[in-house]
């Protein structure tokens, strides 16, 4: 004799795992996807500079290991301008808050860029208090997002997103470098 109570414990837990698969070599492919087109965007935003041999962009690959991802292979750029020394490194893509990270380092400091919901200006932050014996608050609708772009986050405590153009880059640029 079984117990129905146990079967459908099982049972349910069974189809909630299922539910919650991913396909980890899917998101590692549009990562790289992802992490081109913000290569592409950098060297658009220097394409003049890079033709008249002011300063020299370089990629160079690295190794990431993320959890569940695994380790792997993608480009980080080098931008030389002079004497100094800017890297655009790669950080993941298996975050919290974002769908990837990059970080730009120079001599005086770091500038993060995240992939983050196209529509978004800030993290989000949701909070639900549910006081024992009541019932549970019914959970919202929770859209796919679909529309992604590559955004400057402000440090924190206040992060804010700002958008990623030729002239926000440019400065982000002179930031690190001290320009």
Sequence with gaps: MTNQSFDDFVNQRSKASEKSEID?????????????I???????FLKSYIESGKLT?????IDLREEY???YE???LDIILGDTKITLTPIGTNLIGAKGRVDMKGPR????????PKDSSGPKISI????????????????????????????PPR??????????????LMEVANG
Aim: proline share 4%; no cysteine; glycine share 4%.
């Design 24 to 36: 980890w070599t899917a998101k590692l492919e549009a990562w790289k996807r992802d992490l081109s």
């Design 57 to 61: 962009l370089t990629k160079r690959s």
């Design 69 to 71: 991802i695994g380790s």
């Design 109 to 116: 400091g770091t500038v993060k860029f995240v992939l983050v």
């Design 159 to 172: 992060i804010n997103y700002i958008e990623l153009e030729e002239e926000s880059f440019q400065t982000a």
């Design 128 to 155: 639900q208090v549910r006081i024992q014996g009541e019932d549970a608050p019914t959970k919202e609708e929770i859209k796919p997002i679909t529309d992604w772009e590559w955004k400057i986050s402000t440090p």
């Design 38 to 44: 913000f290569h592409e965007k950098v060297e658009s």
């Design 74 to 76: 993608v480009d980080a």
